[in-house]
């Protein structure tokens, strides 16, 4: 311990050290410091039948940490730049920096030379929803205000930013305007696990894009994404993976309206083998597909209506991990009570795990189709490149004209192209939408009153003998309200609730299917939360929540519990 601070007072001397002396030499070497501060605290309770009988569970507890994130930038010039994120962090009730941790949380080279960009170090990328795309299956564009706080702190502590993927490793981009049209390229590799030098070898992801715009009104692109194994002689198991991509974008702009059609189209190809065959294990897989989509939108300038229409068939063999990786790891047990009768068996993550448990979040890509849960979307859990799927989406919302008004609806239908372990295929209706209306600035108020809801509807089924029956609701509602300035009442109630019945496939490492399970569902939970929110500032706030959460299982003996939680945070940022 000591020597990390050790290491941290050195670097800030280090660093606070080079303004001076680059202004002394005449260079224009800048220096500057931003970051996040945080204490975060939770007093938790869990009861309810699940609790008969059960005298091992922790059924109560108080956590939290204390953490302090401090960015360094530093600027050469345009084609050298550096950020440095270190993290000190120490858990609720540690004392004298016995239970303190230190770590650099990201660190990135940057710069420009001449028209070209470059980044080394930890990088974002994102590229298409179907080839590199951090897709979240949770419907909750229209959440109240009280459950956009909380999960923003679950992002943050992830570093999910939209839909990027964070990784390790070097990206260039290049952009070039001529007269009536322009060009640009955009190149990246990572790896994504490494060698042991002996039977595992180095996976790297690579890719790029290409893309030219001619006037206003056509974009044409290309996309190439590989995940590939650099074999080496020992290596047990090599890995192939490449997805190439096409896209082409009208846009037709008037006064009264702007019409845009985009279309993008591509395959992929995969192949997984044992270098060194044996008699026991002998296996090789490698199988080539495609997908196809189509999306048009149409706006009424003055209106502030928007309309869409999207048609896809995403083949059953379509593998691209960057794309079909979850964001959300369904087969990890909650922190918080993740173990309940008796501490023998493990919670299911609920709908507010997902809020509030930083644990259950993804950050590696997965080179197979990973398990989920049916109830939280059934209908598209690997996101737009989903495979075996086929159907049409129909959409009005606001657009960005409409003020203090933002609303959606939403209906898509889907079905399997290929039935799994039978003939019959499922479809799958999805009924969406949401709206979020400013009253105050409605009727012109001068302290903020907004109110939101939004939900989402699923409906999968099949006939035949296997036959499938599933219905899914998430809803959510909530207002803010400012009581006096900067001072925020917040409410909020979030529902999901999942009845019937479904098949869940269980892939092997060569990503088939390798049995089915039958999976049974009954289940309702609710979550009721109340907090206030003060806003020192647009950078600084001090938040309190109070949260219940009511589960009720039929399908399991003393499956029902609750869980109530009293939340208190501070966050800083500068």
Not at 349 to 376: G, H, V
């Amino acid at each position: 311990m000591q020597n990390k601070k050790l290491l941290l007072t050195s670097a800030l001397i280090v660093a606070l050290g080079v303004t001076p002396k680059a202004q002394m030499m005449g260079q224009t070497t800048k220096f500057s410091l931003n970051g996040l501060g945080r204490s975060y605290i939770t007093n938790n309770n869990l009861s309810g039948n699940i609790m008969d009988g059960d005298t091992k569970t922790h059924n109560k507890g108080i956590g939290g940490y204390n953490l302090f994130d401090l960015q360094n930038n530093l600027g050469v010039d345009s084609a050298f730049q550096a950020m440095a994120q270190y993290r000190v962090r120490s858990e609720f009730g540690a004392f004298y920096g016995s239970n303190n941790s230190f770590k650099f949380r990201q660190f990135k080279i940057m710069g420009k030379i001449k028209d070209f960009k470059y980044e080394i170090g930890d990088i974002r990328v994102e590229l298409t929803p179907f080839t590199v795309y951090n897709f979240c299956d949770t419907y909750h564009k229209y959440e109240a205000e009280i459950f956009q706080t909380r999960r923003s702190i679950t992002e943050y502590e992830n570093m999910n930013m939209g839909n990027s993927w964070l990784l390790q490793g070097a990206h260039l981009q290049h952009h070039h305007d001529f007269e009536k049209w322009g060009i640009g390229a955009y190149g990246f590799v990572t790896r994504t696990s490494s060698t042991n030098e002996m039977s595992v070898s180095d996976r790297l992801l690579s890719g790029g894009r290409v893309s030219a715009n001619f006037g206003e009104s056509i974009k044409l692109g290309a996309t190439y994404v590989g995940l590939n194994d650099v074999d080496i002689q020992s290596a047990q198991y090599s890995y192939k993976n490449n997805v190439g991509t096409g896209d082409i974008e009208y846009i037709m702009n008037s006064d009264s309206y702007v019409a845009k059609v985009r279309f993008e189209g591509g395959a992929s190809s995969f192949a997984y083998k044992k270098v060194v065959p044996s008699p026991l294990n002998d296996s090789a897989k490698s199988f080539q597909d495609y997908f196809l989509d189509l999306k048009a939108s149409f706006v009424l300038k003055g209106r502030g209506l928007k309309f869409t229409l999207g048609l896809t068939d995403v083949g059953q063999y379509y593998n691209s991990p960057t794309a079909q990786t979850r964001r959300v790891s369904d087969n990890q047990n909650p922190a918080l009570f993740g173990m309940v009768n008796n501490a023998s068996v493990l919670r299911s993550p609920l709908l507010f795990d997902r809020l509030t448990s930083e644990q259950l979040y993804n950050s590696k890509i997965a080179y197979t189709l990973t398990p989920f849960l049916n109830q939280f979307n059934n209908a598209q859990p690997y996101g737009k490149a989903t495979p075996n799927r086929s159907g049409m989406s129909i959409a009005v919302a606001s657009d960005t004209s409409m003020k203090n008004v933002n609303f959606e609806v939403g209906f898509d239908y889907l079905k399997e192209i290929v039935g799994e372990g039978t003939a019959e295929l499922r479809n799958f209706v999805v009924l969406k939408g949401g709206a979020k209306i400013e009253i105050g600035k409605f009727i012109g108020l001068t302290r903020k009153l907004d109110f939101s809801v939004g939900g989402r509807m699923e409906k999968t089924a099949r006939d035949g003998a296997g036959s499938i029956a599933l219905t899914s609701t998430v809803a959510d509602a909530g207002i803010s309200f400012e009581v006096i300035k900067k001072v925020d009442l917040l409410f909020g109630y979030k529902m999901l609730t999942a009845n019937g019945n479904e098949f869940r496939s269980v892939r092997d490492a060569y990503n088939s299917v390798a049995s089915i399970n039958g999976v049974s569902i009954n289940s309702t939970e609710g979550i009721v939360s109340a907090g206030v929110q003060v806003r020192f500032s647009p950078m600084q706030s001090f938040t309190v929540h109070y949260n219940n959460v009511g589960y009720t299982n039929t399908l399991v003996t003393a499956g029902s519990y609750n869980i109530s939680q009293l939340l208190l945070s501070y966050t800083g940022k500068f």
